[in-house]
C-alpha cells in the first residue's frame, strides 16, 4: 500500500454500432495511456447502448477471449498500451444455458484477463413517470465478490448499481484492498440524487480510493446517462471529476494517504466486531 497510480476514466461516447464502440474504447485508452496513465477504467455498457431491450442482442460467450469480439479487443487494447485495463461492461451470454449477465473484465499489461465480475445486484427502480427499469426481467447475478492485485495494491469491483450496497466495499477495504473501482451508468434521475453521494460515502466509510466510470450522455438515448465519472481519494474528497461530455478524467492516487487519514480517524481499527459481526470474515 505505497507509491502512486495514474488513473484513468473514460468517459466513452456510446452508439449502437458495437465496432464503432470498441475502435473509439481503442482510441481512448491509446490516449490515456500517452498521458502516463497506469490503469484505464471503461464505463458499463461500453460496447452496447444501455437497456433491458440491448442485452441479448449484443450479448457475448465470454468463456474464452478468443470466442468474444470485445474481450478479444480488450485484450489487445491492454497490451498494446501497457496499461491495467477494467473493461468496463459487456453483456454477457453463458452459451450452456442462455442466461444473460452484465459483466466486468480486467485485464493486466500484458493483456491477460485478471478478474471476471458479473454485476451482483440488478438494478431495479421504479420512479413512476420519470423511470422505470428493470434488469432482473432479463439478467441473471453473479454470485461472487471480485477483487485483484496490481503492483499498487488490491482493487474491489462492483458494478454500477452494486455501490447502492455497501458491503461490498467493507468487505474489500478488511482485506486490504486500497481501491473500489465501478464502471457504471447512473441517470439523470437517480445520478444528481446519489452518484457522488455513493461514491464519498464508500470511500469515508472504508478510507479507501473510489472511482466510478459513466458512459457520456446521448441525448437521443432511451437511457440517459448522467456522465460525471469521478474519483474520491480515502478522506472522501472528490479528486477528478467531469461534465455529461466525452471525456478522459485524470486522478493521482496518492496511496499514502490511507495510512494517514486511517491514522488520523482511526476508525479502521476501532470496529466493534465483540458488539456487531465482521462482514468481511
Ligand atoms: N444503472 C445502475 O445499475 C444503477 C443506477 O443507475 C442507480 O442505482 O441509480
Request: proline share 5%; net charge neutral; glycine share 8%.
Amino acid at each position: 500500500m505505497s507509491g502512486s497510480m495514474k488513473l484513468a476514466l473514460v468517459q466513452l461516447a456510446v452508439g449502437a454500432q458495437k465496432t464503432a464502440n470498441l475502435s473509439n474504447a481503442r482510441t481512448k485508452v491509446v490516449e490515456a495511456a500517452r498521458m502516463g496513465a497506469n490503469m484505464v477504467m471503461l464505463p458499463e455498457c461500453f460496447n452496447s447502448p444501455y437497456g433491458t431491450q440491448y442485452f441479448a442482442q449484443y450479448a457475448e460467450d465470454l468463456r474464452a477471449t478468443e470466442s468474444s469480439e470485445s474481450l478479444r479487443a480488450l485484450s489487445s487494447m491492454a497490451k498494446d498500451s501497457g496499461v491495467f485495463l477494467v473493461g468496463g461492461t459487456v453483456p454477457e451470454k453463458e452459451s450452456t444455458t442462455g442466461d444473460l449477465f452484465n459483466t466486468c473484465t480486467v485485464w493486466n499489461p500484458q493483456g491477460e484477463m485478471v478478474a471476471k465480475h458479473r454485476k451482483i445486484h440488478l438494478f431495479d427502480i421504479n420512479f413512476p413517470g420519470r423511470m422505470v427499469f428493470k434488469e432482473s426481467e432479463v439478467l441473471k447475478s453473479g454470485n461472487e465478490i471480485t477483487e485483484f492485485s496490481t503492483p499498487w495494491g488490491r482493487f474491489g469491483l462492483g458494478i454500477c448499481y452494486d455501490i447502492r450496497f455497501p458491503e461490498l466495499a467493507m468487505i474489500a477495504a478488511r482485506r486490504g484492498c486500497v481501491g473500489m473501482l465501478y464502471p457504471g451508468a447512473f441517470n439523470t434521475t437517480t445520478g444528481p440524487m446519489h452518484w457522488e453521494l455513493l461514491l464519498r460515502a464508500r470511500a469515508m466509510d472504508n478510507q479507501i480510493f473510489a472511482a466510478a466510470c459513466s458512459p457520456a450522455r446521448d441525448i437521443e438515448a432511451g437511457y440517459q446517462a448522467w456522465g460525471h465519472s469521478t474519483v474520491v481519494d480515502p478522506y472522501a474528497r472528490v479528486i477528478a471529476t467531469t461534465d455529461e461530455k466525452q471525456d478522459i478524467v485524470y486522478a493521482d492516487l496518492d496511496f499514502k494517504l490511507i495510512q494517514e487519514v486511517r491514522k488520523a480517524i482511526p476508525i479502521y481499527t476501532q470496529r466493534r466486531f465483540d458488539v456487531y459481526p465482521d462482514v468481511s470474515a
